[in-house]
């Protein structure tokens, strides 16, 4: 099993909907949690952290579900501009290493 | 400089031939990564740096592939003899402490003819 996996999509939207993606990862003693953008040819950026109370921003929102494992990103009101993929980062407490998720592609579509 | 800076930013090379890729982090980061990521495909972890502990290298592949950081600072990825599945984008980022949000430079694209 993968440390951190992710549906790699894509996934087709029209301009206005809400879209949400999961990422769940393996290790219970994973510390910190990221959500990553990465356009075309371009290098990642990060996007949000995840906190334990979850987070938001705009139109993105973030949630750390640690029972079950996994985080989840939501888009409200997608817009052409976030066509993108989206990575999940998982860090923990004995490494600190950034463990990435092979990404989610998003498409929104006009 | 502002952010992480990676040279060269385009490298095409011969099969066989040793490649250097230099990384220089934001200035007082401690933590260092290097990946790699081939056209279409995830981010594949190299190696990480975290001050003075031991490198985590348990991402490289082979062991054509090292790495230093002298100084706690300046980062070079060698890779000899290279290898035609060795052509992708190599990104490095750095980090100010451990989990804290990393960032990256725009990456070398390594081209292997």
């Known amino acids: 099993r993968k440390e951190v996996e992710q549906d790699p999509g894509p996934f087709n939207v029209p301009e206005g909907a809400t879209v949400a993606f999961n990422c769940t990862y393996s290790?219970?003693?994973?510390?910190?949690f990221f959500w990553y953008r990465q356009d075309c040819r371009k290098e990642p950026k990060l996007l949000m952290s995840?906190?334990?109370s979850g987070n938001e921003d705009g139109r993105f929102t973030a949630q750390l579900n640690r029972a079950s494992q996994y985080i989840s990103l939501l888009i409200r009101d997608s817009k052409l501009s976030d066509s993108a993929t989206y990575l999940c980062?998982?860090?923990?407490?004995?490494?600190?290493?950034?463990?990435f998720g092979t990404g989610t592609r998003l498409k929104v579509l006009a | 400089g502002a952010g992480v800076s990676q040279s060269p930013s385009n490298k095409v090379t011969e099969k066989g031939k040793d490649v250097e890729l230099r990384c220089d982090p934001i200035?007082?980061?401690?933590?260092l990564y290097w990946y790699r990521q081939s056209l279409g495909q995830g981010l594949e972890f190299l190696i990480y740096?975290?001050?003075?502990?031991?490198?985590?290298k348990s991402g490289l592949p082979s062991d054509r592939f090292s790495a230093e950081r002298t100084g706690g600072s300046v980062s070079t990825l060698t890779i000899q003899r290279t290898q035609q599945e060795d052509s992708a984008v190599y990104l490095c980022?750095?980090?100010?402490?451990?989990?804290?949000?990393?960032?990256f430079g725009q990456g070398t694209r390594l081209t292997v003819v």
């Open positions: 980022a750095s980090s100010s402490m451990d989990g804290a949000e990393a960032f």
């Open positions: 290790n219970s003693a994973s510390q910190s």
């Open positions: 995840v906190y334990s």
């Open positions: 980062v998982v860090t923990t407490s004995e490494t600190y290493k950034y463990i």
């Open positions: 200035s007082g980061h401690t933590a």
């Open positions: 740096f975290q001050g003075n502990s031991a490198p985590d």
